[in-house]
């Protein structure tokens, strides 16, 4: 249900937390593959046969995620392990010599990235290139051969590092401009030059590389043989469970701080957790960059430049109450000006990521008001230990409070939710069609068992829409697709959600380790283990859950879903659920609704800014190059540039109107899970909220953005959702007035 970034820092990723650090391990991957291929065999949904084929798939998964741009392999090494290893890898994994292939093709995979940074720091150091030339580069190299020969491979990267340079000195030049238009200083002048730039983001790259220890290769390697099964069965490394677990229960132990790995080798903290524990100290600051850490604070400082995110995570994290020391540079301090900063690790709650809802008034036309709840679920976390943060009691507690404000009406935003429980989902979807079938499961005997929800009766029942997209995925196409299923919600949003329908269950590895082996690193297997399918029958696999009303989306223009991941399992039916009972579908007025949003979505400018940006970004990644004419490029800027002011412009003059309109007609109240005791609710104070929960660091590059907010902090997509709405709760009360519909 998450995925992997291998060399990026995510902002979970990055979150300090807590476990005991055992660096010093002496694990053997080798017992760790035999394990898991063992594992894979008799606990994969899919059975699918350790063979030659399969070893087949995971060389060439495993090539393609160390190179995925085929940059640094050349064709005579990619055939060179085909013969080697091709047909064996399966072999290797049962007779626990996993590690042979998986360190020679790193080690090799480490020398041509070596060969490549030191011949792009030079060519960067003595080329002057010439952009009047007519030269380009593909977009993506993911479907190019690797190259044929080393110097084909110096001539792609002679290009690759050209149209580095390239971008890095027109970014420049559109911040100059953008800074001198609008009378501010260019965030960017005391940065080093372009080729200092690049060469910096090489040397980052390089000690990223370098910086892999065992358990990262394996990583690496173990993780490409689970995807090779499907993209969602993986293996997580000791490191990365414990940031799942961290993900999941929505909470971690630790300073309580957003750090980013910086291309000159510090760490810098972007955020700090309000009331956290490097909060309360008040000794760490935003913009702060830590230089070196020492784990127990007991004089054993590491040095940390140019030290994996995720090493460094390792490093900072430790149990509850125990110290950490860190080495920081100090924001806006002298140059080379350190200072020592003791911080004790405690319990952070992730605040920032659980649910939280408004109370939406809106005045209508004719006289009285709508009360409207917008509850809005980032992901469905839960403790598994204690079940203690759990989004589904989150949810109920908002509900409540939900109904005592007496709302008339409920959004319900799944934007952006890549899953989680699937029990916590089995109880949210109960609070709205009480008790009944919300999904069924299948596992790899073709047993199927549907899962109810056990709530009496409904605690909301009344009208409802659910806004989806395409990063929607799993837990929340079980949700959408129950409540579309029982006609209980109208669905709104992109063409489809992500289209996962896979269940994945983590398995101790260690567990199956022989007494005298050491299992302390050995990590998970979260394989799939079953598919699940709405109470209609239908799989969400491939084709998610479809709107009944779709909006525009430039994700309709991207690879975004499972169809576009590798090796993913087909989509599928079965028979309806038992005791699946829906309510009338007449009670939804899907025909009318619709054909309401479509009357105002043709007359939508932002909706119609997004069916334009959707044809011109097909156009643009179905040509697949990247010029390297300056002038073509500038050429480029200028009318993206145009485009970007005619139409800040415009919405300058119309957002103004709309918020004018919008104090009149709207008023919006907060209700995090901190406000449920208040007698009356606040106001949203659009500023203020952002940083309730956590403080980020400021950014002058974004301070040059003069895009225009969206009115009222309502983006064109919760906008229509509340037009919607109110189309949904007129038609309900009319319905009810005339004695023609019924509460679920």
Not at 331 to 350: K, N, Q, S
Not at 375 to 382: A, E, I, W
Not at 474 to 497: H, K, M, P, W
Not at 513 to 535: C, H, M
């Amino acid at each position: 249900m998450t995925a992997r970034t291998s060399l990026f820092v995510t902002a979970l990723g990055a979150m300090v937390s807590c476990t005991s650090l055992s660096l010093q391990a002496k694990t053997d991957f080798n017992v760790v593959g035999r394990e898991m291929a063992g594992m894979l065999q008799n606990s994969h949904y899919a059975r699918i046969p350790f063979d030659e084929k399969l070893s087949e798939r995971i060389l060439t998964d495993y090539l393609n995620d160390l190179d995925p741009a085929h940059m640094y392999f050349t064709k005579a090494d990619t055939e060179g392990f085909e013969k080697k290893y091709g047909g064996r890898l399966h072999e290797l994994l049962i007779r626990g010599r996993c590690m042979e292939p998986a360190n020679e093709i790193y080690s090799l995979y480490l020398k041509r990235v070596t060969e490549r940074v030191e011949s792009a720091k030079e060519i960067l150091k003595n080329e002057t290139f010439d952009y009047t030339k007519e030269e380009s580069v593909k977009r993506s190299r993911k479907e190019e051969p690797w190259p044929a020969t080393d110097e084909e491979a110096k001539v792609l990267w002679r290009l690759q590092i050209k149209e580095a340079l390239l971008s890095e000195t027109l970014r420049r030049e559109a911040f100059t401009r953008l800074a001198e238009e609008q009378g501010k200083e260019d965030p960017l002048s005391k940065e080093v030059s372009p080729v200092e730039k690049i060469t910096l983001r090489y040397e980052r790259f390089l000690h990223t590389v370098e910086g892999a220890d065992e358990e990262d290769v394996a990583n690496y390697f173990l993780s490409a043989v689970a995807r090779s099964h499907d993209p969602h069965t993986d293996y997580m490394s000791a490191r990365e469970m414990d940031r799942f677990r961290a993900g999941m229960a929505n909470q971690l132990t630790g300073i309580g701080a957003l750090l980013q790995a910086e291309d000159d080798g510090a760490t810098t903290i972007m955020g700090i957790v309000v009331n956290g524990p490097a909060d309360k100290g008040g000794e760490l600051s935003l913009n702060d960059r830590i230089v070196g850490v020492d784990p127990l604070n007991d004089g054993n400082m590491v040095d940390i430049m140019y030290m994996k995110i995720d090493h460094v995570v390792e490093l900072i994290r430790g149990a509850q109450a125990t110290q950490v020391r860190l080495k920081v540079e100090p924001a806006g301090g002298a140059p080379g000006e350190t200072t020592f900063v003791v911080i004790v690790r405690d319990r952070v709650e992730l605040k920032d990521e659980a649910a939280t809802a408004e109370v939406i008034e809106k005045t209508r036309p004719g006289g009285g008001k709508s009360r409207i709840g917008f509850l809005r679920l980032p992901s469905f976390y839960m403790d598994f230990e204690d079940g203690d943060p759990s989004v589904a009691k989150d949810v109920q507690k908002l509900l409540v409070r939900l109904n005592a404000e007496k709302i008339d009406g409920l959004v319900f935003d799944l934007r952006g939710n890549g899953g989680g429980s699937l029990e916590e989902v089995r109880r949210i979807t109960g609070f709205f069609v009480g008790r009944g079938p919300v999904v069924q499961v299948k596992d790899t005997f073709g047993r199927i068992e549907s899962k109810d929800a056990l709530f009496r009766r409904p605690l909301y029942d009344g009208p409802m829409v659910v806004l989806t997209d395409k990063s929607s995925a799993s837990a929340s196409e079980i949700l959408a697709g129950a409540l579309q299923d029982y006609n209980r919600a109208l669905i709104v949003g992109d063409s489809s959600t992500f289209g996962k329908g896979t269940v994945q269950q983590p398995m101790e590895i260690g567990r199956f380790f022989r007494f005298f082996e050491d299992n302390t690193r050995a990590g998970y297997l979260k394989a799939t283990i079953q598919t699940f399918y709405r109470v209609s029958g239908s799989s969400t696999q491939l084709k998610g859950v479809e709107p009944d009303i779709k909006l525009p989306s430039l994700t309709d223009a991207l690879e975004i879903g499972e169809a576009w991941l590798d090796h993913p399992l087909a989509h599928d039916r079965i028979r309806q659920a038992p005791d699946f009972k829906p309510f009338a579908e007449t009670d939804l007025f899907r025909p009318l609704l619709k054909a309401r949003s479509e009357g105002r979505l043709k007359k939508d400018t932002d909706f119609q800014y997004v069916v334009e940006d959707v044809e011109r970004t097909k156009k643009r990644l179905a040509e697949n190059e990247i010029s390297l004419q300056m002038s073509v490029r500038e050429a480029e800027l200028k009318e993206s540039e145009t485009r970007r002011k005619a139409r800040n412009a415009e919405r300058r003059e119309r957002f103004g109107k709309m918020e004018e309109a919008d104090a009149k007609g709207f008023k919006f109240f907060r209700l995090t899970l901190d406000d449920l005791e208040l007698e009356t609710l606040a106001e949203v104070d659009l500023e203020k909220d952002a940083e309730a929960f956590m403080r980020r660091a400021h950014d002058d590059e974004e301070d040059l953005d003069d895009t225009p907010l969206w009115p009222s902090g309502l983006d064109v997509v919760k906008r229509e959702g509340l037009a919607i709405m109110e189309d949904l709760i007129e038609q309900t009360e009319l319905a009810r007035t005339a004695g023609v519909l019924k509460k679920p």
